[in-house]
């Protein structure tokens, strides 16, 4: 267990709203990811951050937003949530300092955008 | 573009091997993970390779061929507690993972 929490773990908004997702490390884990997993896609990196307000993009980083003010939280925003951003969010950190560890996943996020 | 290539879907049956494929193109490589995601929960890790050859943790193994672009994973004595996608993914040349989408594995009694 990597002390890995994610809330909500399941969000209906609709189309237009602002959603923030939240995920929350227990042991000060330099590595946070944000990923979304949808059927029939591998998972699909966000963004991520190396450090406290050290972010970068990922692969599907339009129409997200993150912020990392303490080490243990890394926020997801969606500034204005579309149904094509519905899908299962998944957090990961890296337990060791390098960017090749091993990544864990936090329990995930249901979000549904109507 | 970067690709990485599994199976969609495989069965095999309990007390059995099964051995699951994946192939790769990526920029770069920094080692092959795999993981094991039951149904509606997270990805849990199995094995990390980045050498060729072949890594055994008990009734799971997976081996790498990096000139080959190839990977699979090996369960034997397969339970049904087995039932479960099994997620390759590679870290590329930028340190991010690049993941498949996965191998949905059925396992009969």
């Known amino acids: 267990d990597a002390g890995i929490t994610q809330s909500p773990r399941h969000k209906v908004t609709e189309t237009g709203t602002p959603v923030t997702l939240r995920c929350h490390q227990t042991?000060?884990?330099?590595?946070m990811y944000w990923y979304r997993q949808d059927p029939g896609h591998g998972l699909r990196l966000i963004h991520y951050?190396?450090?406290?307000?050290?972010?970068d993009k990922g692969e599907v980083s339009d129409g997200y937003s993150v912020s990392r003010s303490k080490t243990e939280d890394f926020l997801l925003t969606l500034e204005s949530a579309t149904s094509s951003q519905t899908s299962v969010y998944f957090c990961?950190?890296?337990?060791?300092?390098?960017?090749?560890?091993?990544?864990?996943f936090g329990p995930g996020t249901r979000l549904t955008v109507l | 573009g970067q690709n990485i290539d599994q199976p969609t879907e495989m069965t095999a049956t309990e007390g059995a091997i099964v051995q699951i494929n994946c192939t790769y193109q990526?920029?770069?490589?920094?080692?092959l993970f795999w993981y094991q995601q039951h149904a509606g929960e997270a990805p849990t890790f199995l094995s990390y390779n980045v050498l060729d050859g072949l890594e055994e943790k008990g009734r799971f193994s997976s081996f790498l061929s990096r000139s080959k672009g190839y990977s699979y994973l090996l369960l034997k004595e397969l339970q049904m507690k087995d039932s479960a996608s099994y997620l390759c993914?590679?870290?590329?040349?930028?340190?991010?993972?690049?993941w498949g989408a996965g191998t949905k594995l059925i396992i009969k009694p």
């Open positions: 993914a590679v870290l590329d040349s930028n340190y991010q993972l690049i």
């Open positions: 990961a950190i890296s337990q060791g300092e390098r960017e090749t560890d091993t990544q864990y």
């Open positions: 042991e000060n884990h330099r590595y």
């Open positions: 951050s190396y450090g406290v307000k050290d972010t």
């Open positions: 990526t920029s770069g490589f920094n080692g």
